[in-house]
């Protein structure tokens, strides 16, 4: 039975590239190696239901047709839309997320990826005060003080302790947990939280306040804060910052308890300001804890494409960038688009609900291996491959390293990347400027 | 009735389903609240009796959980539709929704909770 190894996992930031995948008769049986999330991920197509053909929606209804049909009805969708959204592309690989690039381009889209909803902020964050950090390949080998900030990687990123942090043995922690401190900070006590060495449990909310104090501890004005502190007692944030201070190798691992809370990117920007102080006295980085796989991947892209990570407007025929105007969310919350297209994304499960009642409003296209509440809107449904499954790519892991997806069995899906040029192909043929035309 | 706040986010279960969002897989993984023992027995109900939680975002009916370790004054949905229903969809200028921290009221009800394509289709204006 053939077993494939060094397999990449597509699922969330963790990218982990050893798992091992055995097939028969072109169907992955087992998975090797993976969490419950990546077997899920890999074994997905053959344990559920897939689209498995291209439809239009006709009086209400999803009928099917062949992907030109689809295609093409897609590309006149967007020839036709004053203002058209592309989003997502972030569950694929970066040869497609270019061509998703390419054709917001020719049809003067906005183009935004699922950092809208989940670590856009922490991009501003960045760009405000910049990200001191490291690989997670570093991490591991260095690392003594481990803090979880607004994430429970037990959940989202099951493998990420042994792999990279917290149990993994590195070079200058080969006891692994025994010669590393962890720490939590989190509202919940999360199932992460149980393996801590300290919780700190602050109010919804109160990120920003903790992060300042942690500050003004670090930098010697511990004198002027106050008793309690984000709901916590200051002699609680006195020790993590003392901890802090004394670590040799501190990293501050951050999810959407920073980026989804009062504060936003504000909490994110002074996690970056709290990294550069204990710069001054040890060595600390941080890492955001990317979710869709190659979420990373569309930022790298993106970056090098058009200058700017996410929520890109080519309107203006030149890439423009405010997020707060441009981003996704917001463009649909002012109903501003007449057209949507997304793929490798569900943004009918994972938008607030004033947003999709617009994107029932306007002509939308789902490009997705599976049925999900996306399709309950789309009027037009591609079916595509999946990457690192069905086809190969490039994906970037949460700490910007590109790993090489494998593709592990055949398909007769058209891959996002063979269905995105198709559909430049097509725009172009419908602009008048051919298919070799165009900008 | 109790007022608290609404944290949303992931969990295994929701993670692990994220390929079958048709699935009663998913439905069981993301759509129920969470509360802590305290909660659930101020409201009377208990667990997998259906709960309505409001915001000023919207209201959802999803079945009660129990997490012991919940503070008093936070109750939890994973991400995903149910969730999204009744979340903060300001961006306070800067592309994030308020995913987070939502202040929510929650109380005891008979009412059923709409399965992924019911709740969706209220959305049709």
Redesign the interface.
């Known amino acids: 039975m053939p077993v494939i190894k060094d397999v990449v996992c597509t699922?969330?930031g963790c990218l982990c590239d050893d798992l091992e995948a055995t097939v028969e008769d072109n169907k992955i049986t087992k998975v090797g190696k993976a969490c419950?999330?990546g077997?899920?991920?890999t074994m997905?197509p053959f344990?559920?239901?897939r689209i498995e053909k291209p439809m239009i929606r006709e009086n209400g209804e999803l009928k099917e047709c062949s992907y030109d049909e689809a295609i093409t009805k897609a590309a006149e969708i967007l020839v036709a839309a004053k203002r058209p959204m592309s989003y997502g592309w972030c569950s694929t690989s970066c040869e497609a997320i270019e061509k998703a690039i390419m054709l917001a381009e020719e049809t003067g889209s906005l183009i935004d990826s699922t950092a809208?909803?989940c670590h856009?902020?922490s991009a501003?964050a960045a760009q405000e005060k910049g990200a001191p950090s490291c690989s997670l390949g570093t991490a591991k080998n260095y690392a003594d003080l481990i803090i979880f900030w607004g994430c429970?990687p037990?959940?989202?990123h099951?493998r990420h302790q042994t792999r990279y942090s917290t149990m993994a043995k590195g070079a200058f922690t080969p006891n692994g947990k025994k010669d590393k401190k962890m720490v939590v900070v989190d509202?919940?006590?999360t199932d992460t939280a149980k393996k801590a060495d300290m919780l700190l449990?602050l109010k919804?909310?109160t990120d920003y306040v903790l992060i300042e104090a942690l500050r003004a501890i670090v930098n010697g004005h511990e004198d002027i804060l106050p008793d309690e502190i984000a709901g916590l007692p200051k002699t609680k944030v006195v020790e993590l910052a003392e901890m802090c201070k004394a670590a040799k190798f501190g990293i501050i691992y951050f999810g959407?308890?920073i980026?989804?809370?009062?504060g936003?990117?504000k909490s994110g920007d002074n996690v970056a300001s709290l990294i550069s102080d204990l710069n001054q006295i040890t060595k600390f980085v941080m890492i955001g804890m990317r979710?869709h796989y190659n979420v990373t991947g569309f930022g790298q892209v993106a970056s090098w494409e058009t200058g700017f990570p996410m929520?890109i407007d080519f309107s203006r025929g030149y890439p423009y960038y405010n997020?707060?105007e441009t981003?996704?969310?917001?463009v649909l919350?002012r109903r501003e688009v007449d057209a949507f297209i997304t793929g490798a994304a569900?943004p009918?499960?994972?938008?607030?609900?004033?947003?999709?009642?617009h994107?029932?409003?306007i002509p939308a296209i789902q490009v997705d291996?599976?049925?999900?509440?996306t399709t309950?809107?789309s009027d037009v449904v591609i079916p595509a491959a999946i990457a690192g499954v069905e086809c190969d790519g490039t994906a970037y892991r949460m700490d910007c390293q590109p790993i090489r997806m494998k593709k592990l069995v055949e398909t007769t899906f058209k891959s996002d990347e063979e269905i995105l040029t198709e559909m430049i192909a097509k725009v172009r043929e419908l602009k008048g400027n051919g298919a070799n035309g165009g900008a | 009735m109790i007022e608290t706040?609404l944290?949303s986010?992931?969990?295994?279960d929701q993670?692990?389903?994220?390929?079958?969002?048709?699935?009663q897989a998913y439905f069981d993984a993301a759509a129920y609240c969470e509360l802590n023992e305290g909660n659930l027995e101020a409201l009377g109900v208990s667990v997998d009796q259906n709960v309505k939680v409001a915001t000023a975002?919207?209201m959802v009916v999803v079945p009660a959980k129990i997490?012991k370790?919940?503070?008093d004054?936070?109750v939890?949905i994973p991400?995903?539709?149910w969730a999204?229903?009744?979340?903060?969809?300001d961006?306070?200028?800067?592309?994030?929704?308020?995913?987070?921290?939502i202040p929510a009221t929650v109380e005891a009800t008979t009412d059923p909770a709409l399965n992924?394509?019911e709740l969706?289709?209220t959305?049709?204006?």
């Open positions: 699922l969330c419950k999330l077997r899920a991920k997905g344990l559920h239901e809208n909803v856009g902020p501003l429970n037990v959940h989202a099951p509202p919940r006590n449990q919804p909310g959407m308890g980026t989804q809370t009062r936003r990117y979710g929520a997020p707060g981003g996704t969310n917001d919350m569900d009918g499960a994972h938008f607030p609900q004033e947003s999709i009642k994107l029932f409003n291996g599976y049925a999900n509440p309950e809107f | 706040i944290i986010g992931r969990t295994i993670g692990a389903t994220l390929e079958e969002k048709t699935s975002h919207g997490d370790r919940l503070p004054d936070i939890f991400m995903g539709p999204n229903a009744i979340v903060d969809p961006t306070c200028g800067c592309g994030m929704p308020g995913f987070k921290g992924m394509k969706m289709a959305y049709k204006e």
